[in-house]
C-alpha cells in the first residue's frame, strides 16, 4: 500500500511512503471505513480547458518549455489528464471577440475554423500527442454570431432570434465536422455557457424550457442528420440550480440530451446534485468550469485555493459528479490575456517574460485525484468518524484503491482506514492532502 502526500508547507509534492495493512477487526475508534462493494456512479475522467488564452500564453515558451507545460498535464508521468474542454467561437478568455463567419453570412458560405490555427488546436494536437490514445473533448458556445442574437452583439447577453435556431444547430454541427477534419474529435457538446448570466464579455441567455426545445427541437436533430454520435449536456452554469432545471430538462421524452454540466460559483450546493443523482440516475453529471477568480484571491492564499478545488471535488464526486473539468489549463504571469480583463488562476502559470513554468499547489491537489483515479473507476462507499478529514474512494477497472484524505485544518488528524478486516494507521499534518493506493489488494 502507497501513501501518497502532498504537504506544501514542508515543500512536499506527491511524496511517497509506504503502509501495510495489519488485522485488527475490533477496531472500533478513530476509523475511515472503505467499502469496495458499494459502489455508485463511474468516472469519466479529468481535465481542462484549452481556450485561446492559455493557447496564446503557451506560444510564448520555447519548445522545450512548451512540451514541458503539455506533459505536466497530459503525459502519463503528468496528471494524466484525458476529458477536456473547449470553446466554440471567442470566450472570455480570447484575446478578441470572433466567430467562424462574416457578419450576417446566413448562408455560412464564410464558415471556417481556420483562425483556431494560430493559438488553439497547436495546443490541443500537442496535448493530444502527449495523451496518447483517448483524448476526449467538450465543446461550449459562449455566444452565437452577432447577427443572430436580440442585442446585435456577442457580449452583455442577448438570445438566440427563434428563427436562427436551425442556422445555429447547422452552425455547430459544421464546427464539429470542421475539427474532426483536422484531426480533433470532440464528443460532448453544451448548449451554452452559463445560459443564465449576462456578461460583459461573450453570453448569451436562456431559459431552461430553451435550452431543452433547441436541443431536442434542434441541434439533435441536426447532429444525427449529419451523423455525429456527439453527446449533449444542458446548464453549464452553477449548482445552485441544477436540480430545478433538471426537472425541466428531462420531463417527457429526454432522450437526446444525455446529462448536464456544472459550475462552482455559487458555492458548494452538493445536495442539489444528491437529488438529481437520485432521480435522474439515467443522467450523468459533469463539472465542466471553475477557476480561482483574481478578484477573490491573491498569491497569498495559494493553500486555500488548492484545498478549494479539492473539497469541491470531494464533495462533488461523492455526490454523482462522473468528471471533473478545470477552467484554463494555462495562463500567463498576470492571470489572461482576456479581453474584457477578466483575469484568473490557473494551475500552471506561464511566466512569459522569464520563461517559467510554474505549477501551482492546485495542481498537485487536482493530481490526487487525476493521476491516481483512472478513466472508468468507480466510486465506492465510505465511512468517516469526523468532518475534520474530508474523503472519497474509488475502485479502478483494475481492482486497486484509491482513497482521497483532505485534512484543512490547523492540527493534525489521526485515521485508522479499515478495509474489511484490516486497518492502517496514518496521520495526516495540518493542511495537506493525502492519496491512499492500494494495488496488491485487487477486489
Given at each position: 500500500?502507497?501513501?501518497?502526500t502532498?504537504?506544501?508547507?514542508?515543500?512536499?509534492?506527491?511524496?511517497?511512503?509506504?503502509?501495510?495493512?495489519?488485522?485488527?477487526?475490533?477496531?472500533?475508534?478513530?476509523?475511515?471505513t472503505?467499502?469496495?462493494?458499494?459502489?455508485?456512479?463511474?468516472?469519466?475522467?479529468?481535465g481542462?480547458?484549452?481556450?485561446?488564452a492559455?493557447?496564446?500564453?503557451?506560444?510564448?515558451?520555447?519548445?522545450?518549455?512548451?512540451?514541458?507545460?503539455?506533459n505536466?498535464?497530459?503525459?502519463?508521468?503528468?496528471?494524466?489528464?484525458?476529458?477536456?474542454?473547449?470553446?466554440?467561437?471567442?470566450?472570455?478568455?480570447?484575446?478578441?471577440?470572433?466567430?467562424?463567419?462574416?457578419?450576417g453570412?446566413?448562408?455560412l458560405?464564410?464558415?471556417?475554423?481556420?483562425?483556431?490555427?494560430?493559438?488553439?488546436?497547436?495546443?490541443?494536437?500537442?496535448?493530444?500527442?502527449?495523451?496518447?490514445?483517448?483524448?476526449c473533448?467538450?465543446?461550449?458556445?459562449?455566444?452565437?454570431p452577432?447577427?443572430?442574437?436580440?442585442?446585435?452583439?456577442m457580449?452583455?447577453?442577448?438570445?438566440l432570434?427563434?428563427?436562427?435556431?436551425?442556422?445555429?444547430?447547422?452552425?455547430?454541427?459544421?464546427?464539429l465536422?470542421?475539427?474532426?477534419?483536422?484531426?480533433?474529435?470532440?464528443?460532448?457538446?453544451?448548449?451554452?455557457?452559463?445560459?443564465?448570466?449576462?456578461?460583459?464579455?461573450?453570453?448569451?441567455?436562456?431559459?431552461?424550457?430553451?435550452?431543452r426545445d433547441?436541443?431536442?427541437?434542434?441541434?439533435?436533430p441536426?447532429?444525427?442528420?449529419?451523423?455525429?454520435?456527439?453527446k449533449?449536456?444542458?446548464?453549464?452554469h452553477n449548482?445552485e440550480r441544477?436540480?430545478?432545471?433538471?426537472?425541466?430538462?428531462?420531463?417527457?421524452?429526454?432522450?437526446?440530451?444525455?446529462?448536464m454540466?456544472?459550475h462552482?460559483?455559487s458555492g458548494?450546493?452538493f445536495?442539489?446534485?444528491?437529488?438529481?443523482?437520485e432521480?435522474?440516475?439515467?443522467?450523468?453529471?459533469?463539472f465542466?468550469?471553475?477557476c480561482?477568480?483574481?478578484?477573490?484571491?491573491?498569491?497569498?492564499?495559494?493553500?486555500?485555493?488548492?484545498?478549494?478545488?479539492?473539497?469541491?471535488?470531494?464533495?462533488?464526486?461523492?455526490?454523482?459528479?462522473?468528471?471533473?473539468i478545470?477552467?484554463?489549463?494555462?495562463?500567463?504571469?498576470?492571470?489572461?490575456?482576456?479581453?474584457?480583463?477578466?483575469?484568473?488562476a490557473?494551475?500552471i502559470?506561464?511566466?512569459?517574460?522569464?520563461?517559467?513554468?510554474?505549477?501551482?499547489?492546485?495542481?498537485?491537489?487536482?493530481g490526487?485525484?487525476?493521476?491516481?483515479?483512472?478513466?472508468?473507476?468507480?466510486?465506492?462507499?465510505?465511512?468517516?468518524?469526523?468532518?475534520e478529514?474530508?474523503?472519497?474512494?474509488?475502485?479502478?477497472?483494475?481492482g486497486?484503491?484509491?482513497?482521497?484524505?483532505?485534512?484543512?485544518?490547523?492540527?493534525?488528524?489521526?485515521?485508522?482506514?479499515r478495509?474489511?478486516?484490516?486497518t492502517?494507521?496514518?496521520?495526516?499534518?495540518p493542511?495537506?492532502?493525502?492519496?491512499?493506493?492500494?494495488?496488491g489488494?485487487?477486489?
Open positions: 500500500m502507497k501513501i501518497i502532498t504537504d506544501a508547507a514542508a515543500g512536499r509534492f506527491f511524496h511517497e511512503t509506504a503502509a501495510v495493512w495489519k488485522e485488527e477487526p475490533d477496531r472500533e475508534n478513530g476509523l475511515v472503505i467499502y469496495p462493494e458499494k459502489q455508485y456512479q463511474s468516472v469519466l475522467g479529468f481542462g480547458a484549452f481556450t485561446q492559455a493557447g496564446y500564453a503557451w506560444s510564448a515558451l520555447n519548445s522545450e518549455q512548451r512540451s514541458e507545460a503539455v505536466a498535464y497530459f503525459s502519463a508521468d503528468g496528471l494524466g489528464y484525458r476529458f477536456c474542454r473547449t470553446h466554440i467561437n471567442s470566450c472570455d478568455f480570447s484575446l478578441r471577440n470572433y466567430c467562424y463567419v462574416s457578419d453570412d446566413e448562408a458560405s464564410t464558415f471556417s475554423t481556420d483562425c483556431d490555427e494560430e493559438y488553439l488546436l497547436p495546443l490541443i494536437r500537442q496535448a493530444k500527442e502527449a495523451a496518447g490514445e483517448g483524448l473533448l467538450l465543446a461550449t458556445p459562449w455566444s452565437p452577432p447577427f443572430m442574437k436580440t442585442n446585435g452583439e457580449n452583455h447577453g442577448g438570445k432570434k427563434p428563427e436562427y435556431r436551425n442556422l445555429w444547430a447547422e452552425y455547430i454541427v459544421r464546427y465536422i470542421s475539427y474532426r477534419e483536422k484531426g480533433i474529435r470532440v464528443g460532448y457538446v453544451s448548449v451554452q455557457n452559463e445560459p443564465k448570466a449576462v456578461q460583459t464579455w461573450d453570453s448569451c441567455v436562456y431559459t431552461p424550457k430553451e435550452e433547441f436541443a431536442l427541437g434542434y441541434l439533435k441536426a447532429l444525427d442528420r449529419a451523423g455525429l454520435d456527439v449533449i449536456l444542458l446548464w453549464d449548482k441544477v436540480y430545478e432545471n433538471a426537472k425541466t430538462y428531462f420531463e417527457g421524452d429526454s432522450e437526446g440530451i444525455w446529462g454540466g456544472f462552482w460559483y458548494d450546493h445536495e442539489n446534485l444528491q437529488m438529481v443523482s432521480d435522474y440516475p439515467e443522467k450523468s453529471l459533469i465542466t468550469e471553475g480561482v477568480e483574481y478578484s477573490r484571491f491573491d498569491r497569498n492564499n495559494l493553500q486555500q485555493q488548492a484545498e478549494m478545488y479539492a473539497h469541491d471535488m470531494i464533495g462533488n464526486f461523492n455526490h454523482g459528479c462522473r468528471a471533473h478545470d477552467w484554463n489549463l494555462f495562463l500567463d504571469e498576470n492571470g489572461g490575456p482576456n479581453h474584457v480583463g477578466n483575469y484568473c490557473a494551475p502559470m506561464l511566466h512569459t517574460k522569464d520563461h517559467r513554468v510554474e505549477r501551482q499547489p492546485s495542481y498537485y491537489y487536482i490526487h485525484f487525476s493521476r491516481y483515479v483512472k478513466p472508468g473507476a468507480v466510486r465506492i462507499g465510505i465511512s468517516r468518524y469526523t468532518s478529514v474530508e474523503a472519497c474512494s474509488f475502485l479502478n477497472p483494475d486497486s484503491l484509491a482513497l482521497i484524505l483532505l485534512n484543512r485544518e490547523d492540527h493534525p488528524v489521526e485515521v485508522v482506514l478495509h474489511r478486516t484490516k492502517s494507521a496514518l496521520e495526516l499534518a493542511h495537506t492532502i493525502v492519496t491512499v493506493t492500494d494495488e489488494e485487487k477486489q
